[in-house]
């Protein structure tokens, strides 16, 4: 007779199994779309770290002045360190059972604790060491404040409550709680007292239950005082959100298709391409903004206060109250917001993005500003003073949301008047993006052409720059109004130069809306680095051949077929003012980075420069750029036509053959100017560069490149047929103290006109090199 038996599972074995199973289900994916919460995409794939920093213990603060109405004072904050990952919130360095995660709206609070609940499936994970781990949304508690009830309600439907709290009671210092959103649970559930057997938030949030269970809370900074007020002991972590590294992984992700490959690589780069882009993409939330919206258009709205209103609609559609009115509950809120913001902007003491609580003069604006994530709000000691400090979520939504304010003053003439006048030759060029976003919100009315109308009068008459670069903001402006109307009422430039893709969509759209051709404009700069870029530089070219011949001087990067078969439109039709034929005319410089398709790139551009007036071709300069994804195998790639216009050869993560193919490619050219590897091992391998004599290089770079004091002998002998070389550099590679003596004494000899050498050494013989250096080379600049 057989008998089987079945061990008897246990209630926490039964629970654990139940919290595996609902994590599993419910935080392996993260949202794809801030407003559509069933667009989901695997958490493993998709997750990207955050920065985070923890509070020092003890009392090291530092002291940061900030400028208020009242006078500037200094605020009281604690140092921090970084953190390396979330995991080390629960690492025994920690030493606390309390940890607070602050950060502003949109900044990764809730996405981190998933990832954290979802770690805690499995076994090889920080959070392993936790028997029962609990993942509280603190928003859905609206009638209790029993964190019992809350699991019941999310997690473990089957679990009766008296069942609940013996399982925890039991597994107590084993058990941790993730309240996530202490911010947005409703303050009189908050402060309600938790009903007979179980646990309140509050409570837990103070340290008067489940002392030694280990409890997470997430949080804006608002409501950070209200977790210390009587429990201080807490591990404080704040999140700053995205590196720019971590954004572009962050995109990388989310394009992660092969299909989408091409938008990927775009997006990362228009955001690199801008200052403002980058600071931008450190808040998580707006990253996701960006990547929805380029999905969707495979581009970004033209217009930055199309871009701007979206964001707002967005931000206001997570967080309003049901019943509330979108559109008009965000234009209550951004122009109620917009007062403040403005007077901080055009503050006569200087511009002021940190503002008390006091300056807002309803409470419930502060409030909104707040939950709908325009704002964040703090407090801080000052002295004896407590202050509330109120910030904005980025300098341009503070911008944006003083421009709503501003473009509507125009029914109140008086003071539109007052503020316009606030805008003068000193402060006009940092007011940019105030003004471009009020030009765009007030398109079509009177105030449009008033703001035009003042801001190309301040200008600094006599300094080319300044008057350029006013000149592209008006054009901006301009351009956000939509207002075809005003073109021809804005002073004609002289020259022009765009220094980026909004210029030239500003410049282009300028063309379209003249009248009367630029008959003054004689020179026009441009530096390109995109395939849109190129695309906008055609049109502009295309659109100036109506209106005059200039002299232009272009900057242009090509990196595919299709770059090069633009560049072949651009430089077929360039545009040539008769009357001075060719002898004024600016290089035009173009940076060509071989494909893996090098073949078919290099023909078109031979083909290109075939195609062109002798004259002309002998302007062009070509920077020829080959690394580890180029097609550079055949020595004979390079055609005489290609060979003959090559100004500059950079090679990077190749190897000391690919030297010698280039000499082969290059073969009876004679005229090549500056040479730079980098990332390539040429250690023992110098004396394959010594056909480099016959080129009068006056610029050598060879950046770690494995180069060590046996190397020197070689090195020397080579620079010794460059009387012309004015830079060398030199980084990245082994040379001793000795072996730099040694080299920099040679150079001096044997360079008279070496004007900068580049070493970039570091480390404990720093100072000690820079003196040789000095000694050896007293008239050159050592970096």
């Not at 493993?44 to 955050?50: I, K, M, T």
């Not at 997570?318 to 917009?338: A, I, K, T, Y």
């Not at 003071?415 to 919100?441: K, S, T, W």
């Not at 500056?674 to 110098?686: A, E, Q």
């Amino acid at each position: 007779m057989c008998c089987c038996f079945s061990r008897v599972v246990t209630v926490l074995e039964r629970c654990q199994q139940q919290l595996i199973q609902y994590y599993k289900a419910t935080t392996s994916t993260i949202p794809a779309h801030p407003l559509d919460p069933s667009r989901t995409v695997a958490i493993d794939q998709f997750f990207s770290e955050l920065e985070l920093t923890q509070e020092l213990e003890g009392n090291e603060t530092t002291q940061e002045p900030i400028h208020l109405p009242e006078g500037t004072r200094n605020l009281d904050k604690v140092r921090t360190k970084p953190l390396d990952s979330w995991g080390d919130m629960f690492k025994d360095v920690v030493g606390k059972l309390r940890i607070l995660l602050s950060g502003l709206a949109g900044f990764g609070k809730s996405t981190l604790l998933l990832r954290v609940a979802n770690a805690s499936t499995d076994p090889n994970s920080v959070m392993a060491k936790f028997k029962l781990v609990f993942l509280v949304k603190l928003r859905d508690m609206q009638q209790t404040s029993c964190v019992l009830e809350a699991i019941r309600d999310q997690i473990l439907p089957n679990f009766k409550k008296a069942v609940l709290k013996k399982l925890i009671d039991d597994n107590e210092a084993d058990t941790a709680f993730l309240l996530d959103g202490l911010d947005e649970i409703p303050l009189d559930v908050l402060n309600s007292p938790a009903p007979e057997g179980g646990y309140g938030v509050k409570d837990i949030l103070h340290n008067k239950v489940l002392t030694r269970s280990t409890v997470l809370v997430s949080t804006r900074p608002h409501m950070v005082d209200f977790a210390i007020k009587e429990y201080p002991h807490y591990a404080h972590v704040r999140t700053l959100g995205f590196t720019i590294e971590t954004a572009k992984k962050y995109i990388t992700s989310y394009f992660a298709n092969k299909y989408d490959a091409n938008k990927r690589l775009l997006l990362i780069s228009h955001i690199m391409s801008s200052s403002m882009m980058r600071t931008l993409a450190q808040i998580p939330i707006i990253v996701l903004f960006l990547c929805v919206v380029w999905r969707n258009l495979s581009r970004l709205p033209e217009k930055l206060t199309e871009l701007y209103t979206e964001f707002a609609r967005a931000l206001v559609s997570r967080r309003r109250n049901e019943g509330e009115d979108e559109v008009e509950l965000m234009q209550s809120v951004v122009c109620g917001l917009g007062r403040v913001a403005l007077n901080g902007l055009l503050d006569p003491k200087g511009e002021r993005l940190v503002f008390s609580s006091e300056e807002f003069d309803e409470n419930d604006l502060t409030q909104d500003g707040v939950r709908l994530g325009f704002l964040q709000q703090e407090s801080f000691t000052s002295g004896l003073r407590e202050i509330e400090v109120v910030t904005f979520l980025h300098k341009t939504i503070q911008e944006f949301c003083a421009a709503n304010y501003f473009a509507n003053l125009h029914h109140q003439p008086q003071e539109f008047h007052e503020r316009l006048q606030q805008i003068n030759p000193d402060n006009v060029r940092a007011m940019e993006y105030l003004l471009r976003f009020a030009c765009g919100i007030s398109s079509g009315s009177a105030a449009t052409g008033l703001i035009l109308e003042h801001v190309q009068q301040q200008r600094n008459k006599g300094r080319w720059r300044d008057e350029v670069t006013l000149q592209n903001l008006v054009r901006l402006m301009l351009f956000e109004s939509g207002s075809d109307e005003m073109a021809d009422k804005l002073d004609r430039p002289d020259d022009a130069a765009c220094n980026n893709q909004e210029d030239l969509l500003a410049m282009r759209y300028y063309l379209q809306c003249l009248r009367k051709p630029l008959v003054e404009l004689t020179s026009f700069t441009f530096l390109s680095s995109s395939h849109d870029e190129l695309v906008l530089l055609k049109d502009i070219n295309d659109q100036l051949r109506g209106h005059t011949a200039i002299h232009p001087d272009f900057l242009i990067t090509c990196r595919s077929q299709e770059d090069l078969k633009l560049l072949r439109e651009i430089l077929l039709n360039y545009n040539i003012r008769p009357d001075t034929g060719f002898v004024a005319l600016k290089p035009f410089r173009v940076t060509y980075i071989m494909s893996e398709q090098a073949t078919e790139e290099v023909q078109t551009l031979e083909e290109t420069l075939e195609g062109m007036d002798e004259r002309l071709r002998g302007q062009i300069e070509l920077h020829l750029e080959i690394n580890e994804m180029s097609h550079f195998d055949d020595e004979r790639l390079l055609g005489s036509r290609v060979c003959n216009q090559i100004e500059e050869v950079k090679l990077r993560k190749r190897t000391y053959k690919d030297v010698r193919r280039l000499e082969i490619a290059l073969y009876g050219y004679d005229g090549l100017e500056r040479l730079t590897v980098s990332d390539t091992n040429l250690h023992g391998f110098l004396f394959i560069m010594d056909f480099l004599a016959r080129w009068s290089l006056s610029s050598l770079t060879l950046d770690t490149c494995g180069l060590n004091d046996d190397d020197l002998p070689e090195l020397i002998t080579i620079l010794h047929a460059w009387q012309r070389l004015r830079w060398l550099a030199v980084p990245g590679n082994g040379f001793s103290i000795s072996g730099v003596a040694m080299l920099t004494a040679r150079l001096g000899i044997r360079l008279p006109q070496l004007r900068t050498f580049h070493l970039d050494y570091s480390g404990p013989n720093a100072e000690s090199v820079k003196q040789v250096v000095k000694r050896n080379l007293p008239n050159v600049t050592y970096v």
